[in-house]
């Protein structure tokens, strides 16, 4: 199991939220430990871990000038941004990352 907060967010983002409750659950039942409680809290505090809950759409980049796979690796690059860096899930800051990159 991870010791962060991100490798937690990977394992959500890789797995989905069902099949990591059940291997944290699994792995404090074998071996004990606060694997669920620490999954628990990354849930609880909303940070961003899908595209479902990023702050911007694929429509977003699209208006930029995006498309196909470079639009996809748009929305994963910054899907791993904000994984990092929780407190700059904006539509604003994330365009003007979009946008700089793109360049």
């Keep these: 199991p991870p010791d962060t907060a ?16 059940c291997a944290a659950r699994c792995a404090d039942a074998l071996r004990g430990g606060d694997n669920y409680k620490s999954l628990h809290a990354v849930l609880k505090s909303g940070e961003c871990f899908s595209l479902r809950h990023l702050a911007v759409t694929g429509d977003d980049l699209a208006a930029l000038g995006f498309k196909g796979r ?34």
């Design 6 to 21: 991100l490798g937690w967010k990977k394992l959500l983002r890789r797995y989905g939220v069902d099949t990591v409750s």
């Design 70 to 103: 470079e639009l996809g690796d748009m929305l994963n690059f910054l899907l791993d941004y904000v994984m990092e860096y929780p407190a700059n899930n904006r539509r604003e800051p994330l365009l003007l990352l979009a946008s700089h990159d793109e360049e």
